[in-house]
């Protein structure tokens, strides 16, 4: 992956695979750019893989830090039987 296939967002990622599928879908295909598309469309797919696994981690750690602050609220639920006197 080059610099820049590093700062590529998904979106735009997304949208270079769909424009180098759709040259694929053609009738006649340039066979001469048929294996420099698939090579990219290869990096491509690696950057969207990245992109996913990096949104994943980070959704990861915002859901157990909402977890590590509501249990503290959750030790306080009402089932004390001391408040039923």
């Known amino acids: 992956m080059t610099m820049s296939d590093e700062q590529i967002g998904y979106a735009e990622a997304m949208s270079e695979l769909e424009a180098i599928l759709g040259s694929l879908d053609e009738d006649e295909v340039d066979v001469d750019a048929l294996a420099a598309n698939v090579e990219r469309a290869s990096t491509l797919i690696a950057v969207c893989r ?3 696994s990096a949104a994943r981690l980070q959704v ?3 859901v157990a830090s909402m977890a ?3 249990e ?3 030790e306080g639920n009402g ?3 001391s408040l039923a006197d």
């Open 50 to 52: 990245d992109r996913i």
């Open 60 to 62: 990861e750690q915002i």
């Open 68 to 70: 590590d602050r509501a």
């Open 79 to 81: 089932d004390d039987d």
């Open 72 to 74: 503290p609220l959750s």
